[in-house]
């Protein structure tokens, strides 16, 4: 497995402008501008929590609404993981994470399967968190899956506040990938597969 296990992209559509840098080693710094308040507080808590450092910078098309900048940032969050992670040579592969914050709690388990796949279950009873629309929250995870080529469960087991609920999934997230892309020292630079290949 490389030591340098970071990546540089900058992704550019008719809809978004979006430079990333990823270190999955790093200790949880993170520069983020998407220009939506919540969705910032949302990647710094990724990114703390994570041990990642992370930097987003977006310019997207809010004057239409947020929908554009917030899937194509987790297409690139996505696509630098990959990056970053190579050939997933002595990786843990799976990490798992229960995170309260207040009466919220989340579960998200992921598996870097090379399989990409959502599933999805928590519920928003109001239509935004500050500027982020809250449907936009299941679209993010949705986007960081797909382009990520990973299988990713997100569960809220409890909660009521909208805010605490979303900010319990980051950190569910962050935790359970900082897990799952920890270097295992048993496992002596294999591939994480029976097939040979993730």
Do not use: Y
Not at 18 to 31: C, E, F, Y
Not at 69 to 86: F, K, S
Not at 90 to 103: C, I, K, M, S, T
């Amino acid at each position: 497995m490389s030591t340098a296990r970071q990546a540089t992209l900058h992704r550019v559509t008719s809809e978004t402008d979006i430079a990333v840098t990823l270190d999955l080693d790093g200790s949880g710094q993170a520069n983020i501008d998407t220009g939506i308040g919540f969705f910032d507080h949302m990647l710094t808590a990724l990114a703390k929590h994570g041990l990642l450092d992370l930097t987003v910078i977006v310019k997207g098309d809010l004057h239409i609404d947020g929908h554009h900048t917030v899937e194509d940032t987790g297409i690139a969050i996505g696509q630098a993981l990959r990056q970053a992670l190579g050939d997933k040579r002595g990786v843990r592969r799976f990490g798992h994470a229960l995170v309260p914050l207040d009466e919220a709690l989340c579960e998200a388990v992921v598996d870097l399967s090379g399989r990409p796949f959502l599933a999805w279950d928590a519920t928003f009873d109001r239509d935004r968190i500050g500027e982020l629309d809250t449907e936009l929250v299941e679209e993010f995870f949705r986007a960081f899956a797909m382009s990520g080529m990973l299988t990713l469960h997100l569960t809220q087991k409890a909660g009521k506040n909208c805010h605490h609920i979303a900010e319990a999934a980051f950190k569910a997230l962050a935790r359970a990938l900082r897990m799952a892309v920890e270097p295992d020292p048993r496992a002596q630079g294999s591939i994480p597969s029976t097939k040979g290949v993730l």
